[in-house]
């Protein structure tokens, strides 16, 4: 199914921006100071791309059709995803809230940021790697060419509406990433 395909790219991207984020989680713990510009460009990617964009497709457009379809034992092992989504949603909003403390100085922030983000990066992981072994098979069980071709549809036009696809905004962290870490290396 190519709708599947466009989800596991954009895990695939995820995965990427993840390898980032733990490498400047990595930079935090050891200067004990957070790069407050590189930090708010990956919870934004986060954020925006992940628990908007992405989850947006699976929510709206993958999951409405694959609960009309699937059969009752299969359904109560969907709402993982939704429990999922909104547990990553309330690790992103302590991360914000600590990076937020950061900045005004408060003593703990970097220790509860740098254990939020281990959270959920863990949580980010296993949550994609659970919808491609568990979630992706049942759909290919379950739908066929007409619900591919009406998922990737709904998929063009939330692109559409967010004005990029997830691995074009992944691409563009990745490299401002990289130039600010040439600036920091000068
Ligand atoms: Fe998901
Ligand atoms: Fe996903």
């Known amino acids: 199914m190519q709708a599947l395909q466009v989800l596991a790219r954009e895990h695939a991207a995820i995965a990427a921006c993840c390898e980032r984020f733990e490498a400047e989680i990595g930079a935090t713990v050891a200067r004990c100071e957070?790069?407050?510009?590189?930090?708010?460009?990956?919870?934004?990617f986060f954020e925006v791309q992940v628990d908007g964009h992405h989850q947006e497709k699976e929510?709206?457009?993958?999951m409405p059709r694959l609960l009309t379809r699937a059969p009752g034992a299969d359904v109560f092992v969907l709402r993982f995803?939704?429990?999922?989504?909104?547990?990553?949603?309330q690790l992103l909003a302590q991360m914000r809230?600590?990076?937020?403390?950061?900045?005004?100085?408060?003593?703990?922030?970097i220790a509860v940021l740098v254990r939020a983000a281990k959270s959920y990066l863990r949580a980010q992981r296993?949550?994609?790697?659970?919808?491609?072994?568990?979630?992706?098979?049942?759909a290919r069980r379950i739908l066929g060419p007409r619900d591919d071709r009406?998922?990737?549809?709904?998929?063009?036009?939330?692109?559409?509406l967010w004005?990029?696809?997830?691995?074009d905004a992944?691409?563009?962290?990745?490299?401002?990433?990289?130039?600010r870490r040439a600036l920091v290396a000068v």
């Open 97 to 109: 809230a600590q990076v937020e403390g950061v900045t005004y100085g408060e003593p703990n922030s």
């Open 170 to 179: 992944a691409r563009s962290l990745a490299e401002w990433l990289d130039q």
């Open 126 to 138: 296993q949550h994609s790697r659970w919808e491609q072994t568990t979630l992706f098979p049942m």
């Open 34 to 44: 957070v790069d407050a510009e590189a930090m708010d460009r990956l919870l934004r």
């Open 150 to 160: 009406a998922l990737l549809n709904g998929f063009r036009r939330l692109d559409e």
């Open 81 to 89: 995803l939704f429990d999922d989504h909104g547990a990553q949603r």
């Open 163 to 167: 004005g990029t696809a997830v691995w």
């Open 59 to 62: 929510e709206r457009i993958f």
